[in-house]
């Protein structure tokens, strides 16, 4: 059963010291389209990531993931800087069309080499690799055929990470299906903010279920394929849902936003069912016919750990002129990414914003930890992103000092370790980003990075963060004091 929405702790001081435990995972996180460029080599075809970037209007500047960061070809020196940083975990994400292109059939021989190459070089260093299967970059032919809304999607999607497994299964120990099937669904098929740029409410409900299907049968497929020691888990934005007041509305549109932006994900994969509100809520725009008997036990498979990317709580209200608007942070839109929901308004938190207006706030972080924990207390939590986007620049002295990611990191990562300390299993903490690279809808102009990108020449330079976040993989604790983070 999950919780209702609720408070569940005052916001947490982020000047604490004590130790991660033994063991904790420290890393960093990338995805594929985000960093790799080589959009057209050794017989990668076109994600729909390739094709929504292309069209003109859809990404600021124009921008595109043809070259990114050139990770493609400079992987070396980003491996040598994550050994340089002294990570014990980089995760980052396979791209479908470079080993397997077009979707279907057999997979491309070089695309798989380097990825074989790059985890060799990984567990050199010491590095653990993570995999995350699907970071949104869909094989355009699977699109053209339907994309997630269709349920053969979710199928191919198994074969795929069949695939993958027996390609680098020897290799690697870590697997994650999805990457936050919520964008993929409701920001690529419900606003239009992402790839395919679709606008249809009910293929957005279609796709969320159909991602829920490929993650259960790709967990099978991963199982069949790799040792029992293999992990496999699934990464979820969980949005930590605030309503404005406490009054009964504004609580009950914290409740269908937490439906649709969490539980319809949380519900099925973890208590193998739909919760019946967001059914309810959505009852006017589909019967959900495309929900069969047996899917949900599919998708209920046991997992190793969840992921949880947090960046931001969200804050709602009941929405007291006609139709509610959703400029939630993920983008504008004339189309709204939550289907059934169009009486709620979002609002931005009050303090201090990141360079994406996204409200600072390690409380949410805290609070969202303790309710995973209430709600499902047997599983094993990895915080699989967590950073921030500030408009960085190289300094006359050529050094890119960002004392804001640093006191984001330090808020945030002390608000993990007091969950970890009110008894909360959190085994790891993955920063994102290594890299400055392709903010999506934003294209190059938010810097994510704890290394600086010039795009221009593709040269790389750590941040004062990077090197603030090498300290604290090292020692396992923060540094005390407000002024020592600095
Ligand atoms: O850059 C993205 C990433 O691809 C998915 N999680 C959120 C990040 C920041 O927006």
Request: hydrophobic letters at 35%; a negative charge; one cysteine or more.
């Amino acid at each position: 059963m999950t919780t209702a929405i609720r408070r569940v702790a005052p916001t947490p001081d982020t000047t604490g010291t004590g130790r991660f435990p033994q063991g904790f995972t420290w890393g960093t996180a990338t995805a594929a389209y985000q960093i790799e460029g080589a959009a057209s080599v050794e017989g990668r075809t076109p994600s729909i990531w390739d094709t929504y970037s292309h069209t003109p209007g859809r990404v600021r500047n124009g921008d595109t993931g043809d070259v990114a960061t050139d990770h493609y070809h400079r992987w070396r020196e980003d491996v040598a800087i994550m050994a340089d940083l002294g990570v014990s975990a980089y995760r980052f994400s396979l791209s479908w069309p470079r080993v397997q292109p077009t979707g279907r059939g057999p997979a491309a021989q070089k695309g798989l080499d380097f990825y074989r190459a790059l985890t060799d070089a990984l567990l050199e260093n010491g590095i653990e690799p993570v995999v995350t299967l699907y970071h949104w970059d869909l094989p355009q032919e699977l699109e053209d055929a339907g994309g997630w809304p269709e349920r053969v999607t979710s199928d191919h999607f198994a074969d795929y990470a069949a695939l993958a497994a027996r390609a680098l299964g020897d290799r690697v120990k870590t697997w994650t299906t999805l990457n936050e099937p919520w964008c993929s669904a409701f920001l690529g098929y419900g606003s239009g903010v992402h790839a395919p740029g679709r606008t249809d409410p009910v293929a957005a409900l279609r796709a969320a279920h159909h991602l829920n299907l490929g993650h259960g049968k790709a967990v099978q497929a991963l199982r069949a394929e790799l040792p029992s020691s293999a992990r496999a888990s699934i990464t979820l934005n969980i949005h930590h849902v605030r309503p404005l007041t406490e009054s009964a509305d504004d609580v009950d549109a914290a409740r269908r936003i937490d439906a649709l932006a969490n539980r319809v994900f949380t519900g099925p994969i973890l208590e193998g069912h739909y919760p019946q509100d967001l059914l309810d809520d959505t009852a006017h725009l589909t019967d959900w016919s495309f929900l069969r008997n047996g899917d949900t036990s599919t998708i209920h498979q046991p997992l190793d750990f969840l992921g949880v990317n947090y960046y931001t709580p969200t804050l709602v209200s009941a929405a007291t002129n006609e139709a509610g608007h959703h400029s939630d942070g993920h983008g504008v839109s004339d189309h709204s990414p939550w289907p059934g929901a169009d009486q709620v308004n979002f609002h931005r938190p009050a303090g201090s914003t990141t360079a994406m207006g996204w409200a600072v706030d390690p409380s949410g972080l805290y609070d969202l930890l303790l309710r995973l924990k209430a709600d499902h207390p047997a599983m094993p939590l990895m915080i699989t992103e967590n950073g921030a986007a500030f408009d960085d620049y190289v300094n006359p002295e050529g050094e890119v000092t960002d004392p804001e990611r640093i006191a984001y990191l330090h808020g945030h990562l002390s608000a993990v370790r007091q969950a970890i300390a009110a008894g909360v299993d959190v085994r790891g903490y993955f920063l994102w980003s290594l890299l400055d690279n392709f903010e999506w809808g934003y294209g190059y102009s938010k810097r994510f990075g704890a290394v600086y990108v010039d795009y221009p020449t593709g040269k790389r330079i750590p941040k004062a963060s990077a090197r603030w976040y090498a300290d604290v993989a090292r020692t396992g604790r923060l540094p005390e004091g407000k002024n020592d983070d600095r």
